[in-house]
């Protein structure tokens, strides 16, 4: 049957990032024929990181919609502000649903050789 229906026969991938996200996320998934509607964007909080229950709400409501949630795309680093995603609490989400965590750290990586900051990537190795 894929070989006939092609991406059709697939279910409908979606990803979740934060709203303060870098806008490449969405393009990416618009050049890999994800589909932008498909970037699910969650809320943040005052200081700018994802809100992890709000992650949680929108993964279920993926799945009640029949979607595949495959991956969650946080930021250390904000473009903006500097936010850095509560990593170890997203680690945790995508554990339990099985979901891929990619950290976008154009920004805050560095913080991994500073012994005072490299806490902020806390969870990045899950």
């Known amino acids: ?3 006939t229906k ?3 026969s697939l279910p409908r991938l979606v ?4 709203e303060d996200a870098h806008y490449s996320v969405k393009k990416m998934a618009s050049f890999l ?3 932008s509607d498909n970037v699910y964007l969650i809320k943040t909080n005052a200081r700018g990181q994802m809100d992890v229950s709000h992650l949680i709400k929108e993964v279920e409501r993926s799945l009640s919609e029949g979607g595949a949630p495959f991956m969650v ?3 250390a680093g ?3 502000i500097g936010a850095f995603d509560p990593l170890k609490e997203i680690a945790n989400v995508c554990e339990k649903y099985g979901l891929w965590l990619h950290v976008d750290a154009a920004w805050g990586g560095g913080a991994l050789v500073s012994k ?4 902020l990537l806390s969870g990045i190795e899950r």
Not at 15 to 18: H, I, P
């Open 1 to 3: 049957m894929k070989m």
């Open 6 to 8: 092609g991406l059709h």
């Open 15 to 18: 990803l979740f990032t934060s």
């Open 33 to 35: 024929g994800i589909g």
């Open 73 to 75: 795309s946080a930021t």
């Open 78 to 80: 904000t473009t903006v």
């Open 116 to 119: 005072k900051h490299r806490g």
